[in-house]
């Protein structure tokens, strides 16, 4: 079953958000890809946190812009980490969603990383690192990512 369920307000924000599911599946790490917004499904997404809750998704990702409101309302229905992802998606360049996403009431924390892609890779290493507190194997392989970053920057040519 799904140990991350990754949710998005809208599908124009899929472009952004792919990265995310990029880097899961690249960790072996299985996910439900959806969409469903705060504003325009709410009933729907409360469905999809209970389902998903229920078949054992442990880390919830939500990508939204503009009011997002989409991680705090699946912040206020489950007690699993959400981890959120501002969208850039109005002449506000993001800050809409920034502070949407960021400044939740005191008991209902949303994890928020940065806007769009390169939020939504973080949010997938965070995703990962939360659940490789009880997987040896993923820790193992988060290590090996890491050391495979750090390598390549100590190899990094320049000037071609
Ligand atoms: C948000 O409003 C979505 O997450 C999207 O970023 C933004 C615009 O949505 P669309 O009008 O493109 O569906 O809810």
Redesign the pocket.
């Known amino acids: 079953m799904p140990a991350v369920a990754v949710i998005?307000?809208?599908?124009?924000?899929e472009p952004k958000v792919r990265p995310c599911v990029q880097i899961l599946e690249d960790l072996g790490i299985d996910c439900l890809f959806c969409v469903s917004?705060a504003?325009r499904t709410p009933e729907r997404t409360e469905r999809i946190v209970r389902e998903a809750e229920a078949a054992g998704c442990r880390v919830f990702i939500c990508?939204?812009?503009?009011a997002?409101h989409?991680a705090g309302a699946v912040a206020a229905r489950t007690i699993r980490p959400v981890i959120g992802i501002p969208?850039t998606?109005s002449s506000l360049a993001g800050m809409d969603a920034l502070f949407s996403t960021v400044q939740m009431p005191s008991g209902f924390p949303v994890a928020t990383v940065a806007l769009d892609g390169a939020g939504a890779k973080n949010a997938a290493w965070l995703a990962a690192q939360i659940l490789a507190i009880a997987d040896d194997s993923l820790a193992k392989k988060l290590q090996a990512k890491r050391e495979a970053m750090r390598e390549e920057v100590e190899n990094a040519t320049l000037g071609e």
């Open positions: 998005m307000g809208s599908k124009s924000d917004s504003h990508a939204a812009g503009m997002a989409l969208i998606a």
